[in-house]
């Protein structure tokens, strides 16, 4: 997939700009009450600019030329107040408008960080992070910018210049003739550099996410960089990607740097044709210099806000690819979503069972990988079952399964008697207990990464989980006890102490089904005693699938299942399985040796 490297360009559907737009303008209607006064602002702001001229002219041809002092000065008196009134009012808009502003950001970041919150795991395996991170935060921001700026902008700057035409039309249409007869000209250039921009954002936005990808995923491996020495090679690849996005850029900007060339072509002949108009048409008589200021004035009014206007519009076109990215995944539908007709799965005893399954990653695509085929079994409840098998078997898939991370392609899977797609993902999920090798430990204390496996615990619970899997009596000797800070990623806990924390996290969410992915790393012979004893108090009174590594595990399970070639290769105790001097045995011998 296309979306799965910092090496690709993610790749998005055509969609029609229009389209885009009236879907971003949606965002402003629930902010409707908020953006009258802004309009009301902007309103009087747009009046104030249009008079001034006016007032200027009479100045000019009225109280000047019959040397009136006091009639000035009233002028002079009206245009300072309009000034101040006028910049009062745009102190105003700025701040209605910010505030709205931020608020529909925060709208749509929050559909979108809730949107990609029930993607499927398919999605994710899919996508760097750092190309998700680059739409939340950055594509985001330049949506919001392009919305405010529709309204501040757009808005204003369009009323300014209908009014313009309107008023040089009412003084003298020969003149406002000759001040617009350049528009045909302008009109062009602007349509001709859109329709070569878009292309180009589109393609600067991704290779600035493929960069962000890039950075994102180094940082994160900043460990392995660091132990490989691989400094100089990941510097030269940043460069890459880093150019990559500079010539992106500059190949838009090349490009889209035409737009205040062409206005101010259009601007100039248009100034000149209206100064040819008035002195060879009208002569000195019909155009008084009162007029001709106010003409001046109204062109400067009408060429502005269009040079804004195209400024906005050149912006427009770079944020739609923005937009199209963050609707891209607002569009991406959850793979996993309860059934209509989905009810509560009721509290379980955890009997699971597998009935024919057959599972494949990426179905009908290139990366197509057929994992599990015809696969059945019956755990019952509070057995241990270890899954065992080269890597790559399907062990960590089987597991996912259960879980409901990826739906399966044939049969089905039930836990007591419910078919996992007849009842709600959170009901599933609430009663099942996953634990992964990387004991993800969340930025903050220890209390708050153990409560994150029951949010509404009492302190006694807590402590009660913490000190059934062991981990209490480390915790009270950590700086602050369970007020202790964690780093992020657990940095500055061993191995084993992440682990026995990861486990009262499970443990006091009580599951009836646990999954547990054993860590391979080897830990000191005391923290791994913990463990071990963690592991067992984990998995008293619940059925549970434990991806084992460790052969201490595997003995005491009720079943192994060897998973090879699809499918389970053989199962029984580890007595048996020993006796049977199948691919168990040898797999044993294999570690034992
Ligand atoms: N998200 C995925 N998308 C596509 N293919 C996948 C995905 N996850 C795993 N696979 C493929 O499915 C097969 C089974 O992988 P799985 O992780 O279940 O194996 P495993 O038995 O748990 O291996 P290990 O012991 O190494 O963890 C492998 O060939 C793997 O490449």
Redesign the pocket.
């Known amino acids: 997939m296309a979306t799965n490297s910092f090496r690709e360009d993610e790749q998005l559907q055509h969609t029609d700009r229009k389209k885009v737009v009236l879907r971003m303008m949606k965002y402003l209607k629930p902010h409707i009450r908020e953006i009258i006064p802004v309009l009301i602002s902007l309103a009087i702001t747009v009046a104030i600019s249009l008079i001034s001229p006016l007032l200027i002219e009479r100045a000019i041809d009225v109280h000047v030329a019959s040397k009136d002092v006091k009639g000035l000065l009233i002028i002079a008196g009206v245009l300072v107040a309009l000034g101040i009134i006028y910049v009062l009012f745009v102190k105003l808009r700025m701040y209605l408008m910010n505030r709205v502003s931020n608020k529909i950001l925060l709208d749509i970041r929050e559909e979108l960080y809730e949107h990609i919150q029930t993607l499927s795991?398919t999605f994710f395996?899919n996508r760097p992070t750092g190309k998700i991170l680059a739409r939340i935060i950055g594509d985001v921001n330049s949506l919001k910018e392009v919305m405010a700026n529709t309204i501040t902008n757009l808005i204003p700057n369009f009323i300014t210049v209908i009014g313009v035409v309107v008023i040089l039309m009412v003084k003298d249409w020969r003149l406002a003739l000759a001040t617009l007869c350049s528009m045909p000209l302008m009109i062009v250039s602007i349509f001709w550099i859109r329709n070569r921009t878009h292309n180009r954002w589109q393609a600067m936005r991704k290779k600035a996410s493929n960069l962000n990808a890039y950075v994102h995923e180094d940082i994160a491996g900043i460990s392995v960089v660091q132990s490989f020495h691989a400094e100089h090679e990941t510097k030269a690849t940043f460069r890459e990607l880093a150019d990559e996005h500079r010539d992106a850029y500059i190949s838009a900007c090349r490009v889209a740097d035409l737009f205040g060339p062409a206005i101010d072509t259009s601007w100039s002949i248009s100034s000149m044709m209206m100064y040819l108009c008035a002195i060879l048409l009208l002569g000195y008589t019909d155009a008084s210099l009162g007029l001709i200021t106010a003409f001046a004035t109204y062109a400067n009014m009408f060429w502005s806000p269009i040079m804004r206007l195209s400024n906005f519009y050149n912006q427009l076109v770079t944020n739609i690819s923005a937009a199209e990215r963050v609707f891209d995944i607002l569009d991406t539908k959850a793979e996993i979503v309860d059934k209509p007709e989905a009810g509560e799965m009721p509290d379980i005893e955890g009997r699971v069972e597998f009935h024919h399954v057959g599972f494949t990653?990426?179905e009908g695509t290139e990366?197509e990988?057929k994992?599990l085929e015809d696969v059945s079994f019956v755990a019952q409840p509070g057995e241990t079952i270890a899954l065992v098998?080269p890597?790559?078997?399907?062990?960590?898939?089987i597991v996912n399964l259960i879980s409901r991370f990826y739906d399966i392609q044939k049969g089905n899977i039930s836990i007591d008697g419910y078919d996992l797609t007849d009842v709600t993902i959170n009901s599933l999920r609430r009663q099942m207990g996953v634990m992964t090798q990387d004991n993800f430990i969340f930025h903050g204390t220890v209390r708050e990464n153990i409560m994150y496996g029951k949010l509404d615990a009492t302190e006694e619970e807590m402590i009660a989980a913490a000190k059934a899997v062991n981990a209490h009596d480390f915790i009270m000797k950590l700086e602050n006890g369970y007020d202790t800070e964690l780093k992020a990623r657990g940095a500055g806990l061993s191995i084993g102490q992440r682990q026995l924390i990861a486990f009262a996290r499970t443990m006091i969410s009580m599951p009836k089904v646990l999954i547990l992915d054993e860590a391979t790393s080897s830990i000191d012979t005391h923290t791994e005693m913990l463990v071990q004893q963690g592991i067992q108090a984990l998995l008293k009174g619940r059925t549970s699938f434990v991806?084992a590594h460790r052969l201490s595990t595997i003995k005491n399970a009720d079943r192994i299942f060897v998973?090879n070639h699809g499918g389970i290769q053989e199962s029984g105790n580890h007595n048996e399985l020993m006796q049977k001097k199948g691919a168990y045995y040898e797999l044993y011998m294999a570690q034992f040796a």
């Not at 890597?391 to 898939?397: D, Q, R, V, W």
């Open positions: 795991f395996d990653y990426d990366a990988t994992v098998g890597t790559g078997a399907g062990k960590t898939t991806i998973i």
